[in-house]
């Protein structure tokens, strides 16, 4: 349940609508500048020969950016799908680059996608602060969109992954079912839905918004009809894409069969901690590259999971719900068999909101944790951003 706030608290030192959108876009706008100087830096000083005096072309630097899932979703925009590997790739992201892509050549399709990212963070953003002060104020509003800027794998917004889409659009249907506007919930679930697999999940917290807006639901007809249709748009969104994999490759569930393709395959929750205890003290060599990839990849889950269960009682049980099903989902799907079963994690849990407003409201109570984290996050993200333009394995 969400923590009651004296009355009138909200309105203590509250700034104008305008400085938090300068705060915001400021913040956007230097996290992005950040990242850049560490492209370029980064990858002059470690990748050319000492007293180097070559010029290093624009194109080098953005090409940079065109690794692993980056490059599928560009030759998807660009060429569309070949199944059946291809279609494990849901289709909106890619579907946003290629209508201007097609228009403008060739050479756009890379830009597009980080452009389309960044701008989808920005109105992420937006929403986040939105849903963060209702929750716990202005305070806890500035922090949790802090976070997520800084968070040591946020590289991923800015580069042509669907991380971004996903966190505006799913973040906008809990936002939507929070002002119970639900025609508008269930268009924002749609496209989730064609975002990414799990967008679908979407239908259980409107489904919770529903019951605790009973009263007013089952006031009139008409109010119930309102309320109750749009649900049916969030199953919608996967039922289109369903058709399409039905249609290319004879199978409208081929974006689940290709799974074990890309390393991922059904388990129990569990399972993944099991294997990573095994990896860490008894198969990888201390101080390899796959330690320590491991490392971060269990941290990121096992902090997230912390942070839902720290949030389930200050948090709106919505917000609960949704971040546990998004976890529920990554556990039940690990790399079991692999070295790492919980590949990409780091990159998952970037889209679970709620963990990020959590964080916000213990840091306000503890200014020391968020000291460390202005110290801790950057610092790693910083590294981590170098090994992805540097194409190693950060999936």
Request: with cysteine.
């Amino acid at each position: 349940m969400e923590r009651k706030r004296p009355q009138g608290a909200h309105l203590r030192g509250k700034r104008p609508q305008g400085a938090h959108l300068r705060d915001m876009l400021w913040l956007f706008l230097g996290s992005r500048l950040a990242l850049i100087l560490v492209t370029y830096f980064g990858y002059i000083l470690l990748t050319q020969e000492k007293y180097s005096g070559a010029p290093v072309a624009f194109n080098t630097f953005l090409n940079n950016w065109n690794q692993w899932d980056a490059t599928r979703y560009i030759h998807i925009a660009q060429y569309g799908y070949r199944p059946p590997y291809d279609l494990a790739f849901f289709p909106l992201f890619s579907l946003l680059i290629a209508i201007p892509g097609h228009l403008l050549g060739d050479w756009s399709y890379l830009p597009l996608g980080m452009l389309i990212s960044n701008l989808a963070l920005l109105g992420a953003l937006f929403v986040l602060y939105q849903l963060a002060t209702d929750a716990g104020g202005e305070q806890v509003g500035r922090r949790a969109i802090l976070y997520p800027c800084i968070f040591p794998t946020a590289f991923f917004f800015f580069a042509a992954y669907n991380e971004s889409l996903f966190l505006l659009l799913s973040s906008a249907t809990l936002l939507a079912l929070r002002r119970q506007r639900w025609w508008l919930a269930g268009l924002f679930g749609l496209l989730a839905a064609l975002t990414r697999s799990a967008g679908v999940m979407l239908a259980a917290p409107y489904l919770y918004e529903l019951w605790l807006a009973r009263e007013s639901v089952l006031s009139s007809k008409r109010r119930l009809l309102a309320s109750t249709l749009p649900i049916v748009l969030i199953p919608l969104g996967l039922a289109l894409y369903c058709l399409y994999c039905w249609k290319v490759s004879g199978n409208p569930l081929m974006f689940a069969v290709v799974q074990p393709h890309w390393g991922r395959q059904t388990s129990w929750p569990w399972q993944g901690f099991i294997q990573v205890i095994f990896e860490l003290f008894v198969h990888q060599p201390f101080g390899s590259f796959n330690q320590v990839h491991i490392l971060l990849d269990t941290t990121a889950t096992a902090a997230f999971i912390v942070l839902a269960i720290v949030g389930r009682k200050k948090l709106r049980p919505t917000y609960t719900l949704w971040i546990a099903l998004l976890l529920l989902s990554v556990l039940v799907s690990s790399s079991i068999g692999q070295r790492d079963p919980f590949i990409s994690n780091q990159r998952f849990v970037l889209e679970m909101f709620p963990a990020f407003i959590t964080l916000a409201m213990i840091s306000v109570r503890r200014p020391r944790l968020h000291q460390a984290l202005l110290w801790i996050f950057p610092a790693l993200l910083a590294t981590l951003t170098l090994l992805f333009v540097m194409g190693r394995w950060m999936v």
